[in-house]
């Protein structure tokens, strides 16, 4: 089996909209940290330079959204109430969702701006891929050649509402995308909006979930690795109790 690293990373040198903060403790700093916490809670004396090296272990401290990096959007992220019910958070998802047979829709030539459902339809018929229902399908806009520039996060395409809803009426539950949402750009969105006054062009890739249960993966990366579909994605999200998304380390599962 060939497995495919699908995941941008946590990165916190990169551009992102809500900065990541990474806060480093060297092992070295840890084994002095130590000593502290045993003396203050334990009054217990202890020396760094016993251990080898004088090190102890290090420590990552992190402050960053459930958004950022590659993650999942659990039902709760799109809104507080459902037409199917009160909407689930992350921990609540069914894990059989996240690994199941995977199609890479290709619609790098949409450039900036709203995938439509004729759009959609037409990149899945060129795969040749029957879509079974719990099938994964992965949008490859190609926005993730500008990770970790401001460009991300206003150069991508992303799903209307008719769109978003002929994937949910084949049995789809999750669907992907290599860019930094599955709606359009704000800026599109909102010019769009004021152009035409119609409030179905705002997130309504997004909305659909209230209307519909499904989970989104945002911020893939190497999506041009794949084939069009004869493989499999893993994409389990982080546990985090009552949240509306959750990181994952996305791969694609190739036999040979």
Same mark, same amino acid.
């Given at each position: 089996?060939?497995?495919?690293?699908?995941?941008?990373?946590?990165?916190?040198?990169?551009?992102?909209?809500?900065?990541?903060?990474?806060?480093?403790?060297?092992?070295?700093?840890?084994?002095?940290?130590?000593?502290?916490?045993?003396?203050?809670?334990?009054?217990?004396?202890?020396?760094?330079?016993?251990?080898?090296?004088?090190?102890?272990?290090?420590?990552?401290?992190?402050?960053?959204?459930?958004?950022?990096?590659?993650?999942?959007?659990?039902?709760?992220?799109?809104?507080?109430?459902?037409?199917?019910?009160?909407?689930?958070?992350?921990?609540?998802?069914?894990?059989?969702?996240?690994?199941?047979?995977?199609?890479?829709?290709?619609?790098?030539?949409?450039?900036?701006?709203?995938?439509?459902?004729?759009?959609?339809?037409? $990149? #899945?018929? &060129?795969? *040749?891929?029957? =879509?079974?229902?719990?099938?994964?399908?992965?949008?490859?806009? !190609? %926005?993730?050649?500008?990770?970790?520039?401001?460009?991300?996060?206003?150069?991508?395409?992303?799903?209307?509402?008719?769109?978003?809803?002929?994937?949910?009426?084949?049995?789809?539950?999750?669907?992907?995308?290599?860019?930094?949402?599955?709606?359009?750009?704000?800026?599109?969105?909102?010019?769009?909006?004021?152009?035409?006054?119609?409030?179905?062009?705002?997130?309504?890739?997004?909305?659909?979930?209230?209307?519909?249960?499904?989970?989104?993966?945002?911020?893939?990366?190497?999506?041009? $690795? #794949?084939? &069009?579909? *004869?493989?499999? =994605?893993?994409?389990?999200?982080?546990?985090?109790?009552?949240? !509306? %998304?959750?990181?994952?380390?996305?791969?694609?599962?190739?036999?040979?």
């Amino acid at each position: 089996m060939r497995v495919i690293d699908l995941s941008s990373p946590v990165d916190a040198s990169g551009w992102e909209p809500d900065p990541v903060v990474h806060e480093i403790m060297t092992p070295a700093e840890g084994a002095v940290h130590m000593a502290a916490e045993m003396k203050e809670h334990f009054g217990l004396d202890f020396d760094p330079a016993d251990l080898p090296g004088g090190e102890l272990l290090s420590l990552d401290t992190l402050t960053l959204t459930s958004h950022t990096g590659t993650h999942v959007d659990a039902p709760s992220h799109y809104g507080s109430h459902g037409a199917y019910g009160r909407p689930r958070h992350i921990d609540e998802m069914p894990l059989d969702w996240f690994l199941r047979p995977a199609v890479v829709l290709d619609v790098r030539d949409a450039g900036t701006g709203v995938i439509g459902a004729d759009r959609v339809a037409e $990149a #899945l018929a &060129a795969t *040749g891929h029957d =879509v079974q229902p719990l099938d994964i399908v992965l949008l490859h806009t !190609g %926005a993730s050649r500008y990770a970790g520039t401001q460009r991300y996060f206003t150069d991508f395409a992303g799903l209307d509402g008719p769109a978003t809803d002929y994937l949910l009426d084949l049995g789809v539950r999750v669907i992907g995308t290599d860019a930094w949402s599955l709606d359009a750009p704000f800026g599109h969105m909102i010019r769009t909006f004021r152009e035409t006054g119609d409030r179905s062009v705002l997130w309504p890739a997004h909305f659909a979930g209230r209307r519909r249960e499904y989970c989104q993966v945002e911020r893939l990366a190497q999506l041009d $690795a #794949l084939p &069009a579909h *004869g493989f499999r =994605v893993a994409c389990f999200p982080v546990k985090i109790t009552g949240a !509306g %998304a959750g990181w994952t380390r996305a791969v694609a599962l190739i036999d040979e």
